[in-house]
Nanobody, 123 residues
Framework: QVQLVESGGGLVQAGGSLRLSCAAS????????LAWFRQAPGKEREFVAA????????YYGESVKGRFTISRDNAKNTVYLQMNSLKPEDTAVYFC????????????????WGQGTQVTVSS
């Protein structure tokens, strides 16, 4: 089973960009579907984006579609989330998640989670 460690979070002004990274340990990274979720204080965990094992399929939450891009580099055991045109409502802890089964938009579909990285967008 892989272990996930996120990085790249921080403080950015509205309209700015950040790129999150999620590095995985283990030799089976390429067999996992991957996703990003986020959770703001007092709110439920929200689906952000997901990418399939073969990189052919990507999915996005409605609130980030057109602004965020998920990608993966299996040679580096890393999944990325490029976030552009950031808004204050994007402020949250962002989590990387993995599953060896079909990817989905529900957090219950994923059984491996990172510890999260904080993203704060100031207005």
């Amino acid at each position: 089973q892989v272990q996930l460690v996120e990085s790249g979070g921080g403080l950015v002004q509205a309209g700015g960009s950040l790129r999150l990274s999620c590095a995985a340990s283990g030799r089976t990274f390429s067999t996992y579907s991957l996703a990003w979720f986020r959770q703001a204080p007092g709110k439920e965990r929200e689906f952000v984006a997901a990418i399939s094992v073969n990189i052919i399929s990507t999915y996005y939450g409605e609130s980030v579609k057109g602004r965020f891009t998920i990608s993966r580099d299996n040679a580096k055991n890393t999944v990325y989330l490029q976030m552009n045109s950031l808004k204050p409502e994007d402020t949250a802890v962002y989590f990387c998640a993995a599953t060896r089964f079909n990817l989905g938009r529900q957090s219950s579909s994923y059984d491996v989670w990172g510890q999260g990285t904080q993203v704060t967008v100031s207005s």
